[in-house]
């Protein structure tokens, strides 16, 4: 921006705040933002654009030039809401899309992430040479444009299995890319494939506390502990990392009760249910965050109820897998917070978060054979200002002092003409295909402009990813799969 102080004006607003009333719906909005933050948000009228051309000297106009005194301020036939915020996925999925289906989670895990990951480790330095750049790098590069072509400008990323070795990487890919991001640092030592396994548990804590000094300083990057799974991670590994969590102040992030094979295999193993087994480590609390936790019994909900654990639902990759679904409305009743997302592009096949918000409603609507249920208005929510609200971050929403993301949706694509003020959120969740968002701010920097990434040369990149994933092939044809993955040994 240069120093200008930026400006988007569209037919329709969104804020999803607080402060406004979530519900909200805003004919002709603006919101005013500078690269920390939002300063100025509401309805315009030629007064007000006036006062704001005299008031800041001149606005870099979303989509348009530097507005002087005298000129219009340009309005979008679009609507404009904050960025959207993905609570669970992984980056170093991207490359695998479509690999290894129609198997359940771990026999996807042991022929897919696991290979590939290994793939990335052990032919590092012939890939580098052919690809002219690190391919963990690519791979996650490959990730942040996944998330800027579906509006996604703040993420999680459960950074496991040999990935959890790689945390620079990904950092300076969402630096380059322009997005926020939580990396919850990996780590197994049980239960899993032998080459990863961090024995003694203090190896992780090593890891952990080096990505932190490493990256401590950073506005937009956070350091949290991330066990793989509750299955995969014994009790010392669980209570150390939760010590730490708490002793720095931040969240920490695992998957739960996934799978029913591996949830059942764990039941006989150890007596007890994932959520009991970390209840009883006491490691759950409000700023635990655990995703998926399909598997769910009445002890479980009661326990997630009583400490404030946090839940990320992820429909995509769990019907898509074969998982099942939690009991989201349930959930939802007792108070627990719940986000959408969309996990990593390996199991979900796409970063198209309104997709796994449309998935979230239609399941729960048909399952309880209630259309009242995850009305429109809250699955939106879940993928905005709940979801900043589970990960506890200054964005989700429109509204002075939030972070200056966001991101306008067009609403001259067919599919969603005609949307008025009347049908707005139900055209974004029920009749969008997620292609329709043309432009993303993202800490006050557009990164999305008129449908092209500014950040990163999208054809370049692609290539490469696609001669990435040629050399995976061949390498998978001679390894086959790596087995270890919990119940899948």
């Not at 990335?120 to 040479?129: D, F, G, N, P, V």
């Not at 080459?195 to 003694?200: E, F, H, I, K, N």
């Not at 879940?382 to 971050?393: H, N, S």
């Not at 067009?410 to 974004?428: F, G, M, S, Y």
Request: aromatic share 6%; net charge negative.
């Amino acid at each position: 921006m240069d120093g200008a102080v930026g400006f988007a004006r569209a037919r329709l607003m969104l804020p999803l705040s607080d402060e406004r009333g979530r519900s909200e719906r805003i004919e002709d909005g603006y919101v005013v933002y500078r690269p920390d933050e939002i300063i100025e948000v509401g309805a315009y009228d030629a007064e007000i654009g006036r006062r704001l051309l005299a008031q800041h000297g001149r606005l870099q106009v979303l989509g348009g030039t530097e507005a002087g005194a005298a000129q219009e301020l340009l309005c979008h036939d679009g609507v404009l809401l904050p960025g959207f915020v993905k609570a669970h996925g992984h980056d170093h999925e991207s490359p695998i899309i479509g690999l290894v289906k129609d198997v359940p989670l771990t026999a996807w895990l042991d022929g897919a992430v696991n290979v590939f990951t290994r793939f990335l480790e052990e032919r590092q330095e012939k890939l580098c040479a052919e690809l002219g750049e690190s391919p963990h790098y690519l791979t996650y590069l490959k990730a942040k444009l996944d998330d800027l072509s579906y509006g996604i400008t703040s993420a999680m990323t459960h950074h496991c299995n040999f990935s959890k070795y790689r945390v620079a990487e990904l950092v300076r890919a969402c630096e380059t890319a322009g997005t926020r991001v939580i990396v919850a640092v990996g780590s197994q030592d049980r239960h899993y494939y032998e080459g990863v396994l961090d024995r003694p548990h203090t190896v992780a804590v090593e890891r952990l506390d080096r990505a932190a000094r490493e990256h401590a300083g950073r506005e937009r990057v956070t350091i949290v502990p991330g066990p793989d799974q509750l299955f995969s991670n014994g009790p010392e590994m669980l209570r150390a990392l939760k010590a730490w969590a708490r002793e720095h102040g931040t969240l920490l992030h695992c998957h739960s009760s996934e799978e029913l094979g591996t949830t059942e295999w764990f039941k006989r193993e150890y007596g007890m249910t994932e959520v009991q087994y970390a209840h009883g480590l006491g490691i759950l609390d409000a700023r635990t965050v655990l995703a998926h936790q399909v598997q769910t019994t009445d002890e479980d909900l009661a326990i997630l109820r009583d400490t404030g654990t946090r839940v990320v639902h992820n429909p995509l990759a769990n019907t898509i897998l074969g998982s099942g679904m939690p009991p989201v409305v349930k959930m939802l009743e007792l108070g627990i917070p719940v986000a959408i997302s969309t996990d990593g592009s390996g199991s979900a096949d796409s970063q198209n978060i309104l997709a796994a918000a449309r998935l979230a409603s239609q399941y729960q609507k048909a399952l309880h054979r209630r259309a009242e249920e995850l009305p429109a208005q809250q699955v939106l929510e879940m993928i905005t200002v709940e979801a900043a609200r589970v990960l506890g971050l200054r964005a989700g929403s429109l509204a002075v002092g939030k972070a200056a993301d966001l991101v306008l949706v067009d609403l001259r694509r067919p599919n969603l003409v005609p949307t008025r003020k009347t049908n707005v959120v139900e055209n974004l969740i029920w009749a969008s295909d997620g292609s329709e968002v043309r432009f993303v701010v993202a800490g006050g920097k557009v990164v999305k402009d008129d449908y092209r990434i500014t950040t990163l040369d999208a054809g370049e990149l692609c290539e490469k990813i696609q001669r990435l994933a040629t050399e995976l092939d061949a390498y998978k044809r001679e390894v086959g799969e790596l087995r270890g993955t919990g119940a899948h040994q």
